[in-house]
């Protein structure tokens, strides 16, 4: 007896099936499109910083690119390799830690440093280039902060001390390769911090308006806003050097600059549960009122080219933060760690990160 075919659908069935599958999927993907917690749970990073045309929040300074990065301080593998301090076992909590101080360390504020631009001008440090960041993953390690301004600012003293550089770098290394900073003025404080000079470098000025060996007073102008050596528009490059005037004895100015009125500094640690510093890794920061629009993007520090401050030990920082209560988001290994403390005017606030391993 012969075997009886079964019957088959015709072409045009499975066509239609097909089709009714794919639509199916495309809805899906666009659900899941307005999901962005659920759309993290594929992928280890946090989604990119809101790009809206309105400032981010009122009461903050503006925290959009001023889209004129200046690339400094190319990563170099003989820089000082970053030496964390030892962190104490974690706690019960295992999200994070946040405090004013640390007990074990001998933490305290140095804002030694008033601004290199005075009030009339653009007196924040730029925030899409912070100390230790990359930018948006090209650039080289960053080893100072930005102060953008329009050609021929008044560039000031940040403190008492005497100019030990001013001058072109076409003949001796300052940054990553002769010419980087073009002309640049490096002043030595009159202060020492821990038994070692300080520095602060300013580099890409377009004028001098002092000479190496004269002595100079807070608020001084001492140069004017230019983009010579490797600058993509005008602005100052700002560094502090710590113990020796070489790229790599930095420290970020951002613990160093007195904060602007109302506003305090966040510093901390991204810490693994078994006790390591976890490098570049991004902090998002909201105000607690405002817990889902991205105020500001920093990076922790890499493990080269950029140091923790000698007194507070970081690998995060950010300043200018407007004092209130805010949150701090960390997404790794699938997880958000999500962190809130509170920013006091003048002073820095410790916040130290657990995250998974």
Known sequence: MLDRQRPSLPPQIWFTLAMLLLLIGLVASILLGYAPERRLQAQDDPPAPWQGDAPLISSEPTETPAHTPDPTALARASATPFRATPMPSPTSNPLFVASTRLAERPQEDHFWLARPIAADGVDRIAPFYPYGSRNDGTYPIHQGVEFVNPMGTEVLAVASGTVVVAGEDSTQVYGARTGFYGLLLVLELDRTYLGQPVYALYGHLSKLMVQEGQRVETGDVIALVGMTG?????????????????????????????????????????????????????????????????????????????????????????????????????????????????????VTTWLRILVAK
Do not use: C, Q
């Open 230 to 346: 490797i600058a993509e528009g005008p602005h100052v490059h700002f560094e502090v050097r710590w113990g020796k005037m070489l790229p790599e004895n930095t420290a970020n100015p951002e613990l160093w600059l007195r904060p602007l009125e109302g506003r305090g500094t966040l510093a901390g640690l991204v810490v693994s549960t078994d006790d390591l510093v976890v490098p570049e890794v991004r902090v998002l920061l909201y105000r607690a009122e405002a817990p889902d629009r991205l105020v500001r993007e920093i990076v922790s520090y890499p493990n080269r080219s950029v140091n923790p401050d000698p007194s507070w030990g970081e690998n995060f920082a950010a300043g200018d933060l407007t004092a209130g209560r805010w949150v701090a988001k960390v997404y790794r290994n699938r997880i958000w760690h999500t962190n809130e403390f509170t920013i006091n005017p003048g």
